[in-house]
């Protein structure tokens, strides 16, 4: 089975490791979906810089926090999820005034 075919539906991917983060990031944005890449340590770096946006986890490591895009201020995984649903109304809000 192709690696298209695998992820064609696929939306969000829990307890992956960082090798698979790469991975899967990578082969996302070659076939031109959006990446968002959530982590905390030395080891998710790479995938950071495959994805579209990333997030590091409030308690993530200094080079961690200085490779994301967004650091959440706790270990909550529902503030990435405000954070988008906040960065869409802005941006939707942005549109319609222009």
Do not use: W
Not at 9 to 29: M, Q
Not at 57 to 81: E, P, R, S
């Amino acid at each position: 089975m192709a690696f298209e075919q695998l992820i064609e539906n696929l939306l969000v991917i829990a307890r992956a490791s960082p090798a698979d983060k790469l991975l899967l990031s990578a082969g996302l944005k070659k076939m031109q979906k959006r990446v968002a890449v959530i982590g905390d340590g030395n080891n998710d770096v790479k995938a950071f810089g495959n994805s579209h946006v990333s997030f590091c986890m409030g308690q993530g490591t200094a080079l961690a926090k200085q490779n994301c895009d967004i650091i959440l201020t706790d270990n909550d995984f529902l503030d990435c999820i405000n954070a988008m649903m906040y960065g869409r109304n802005i941006y939707t809000n942005i549109k319609r005034f222009l």
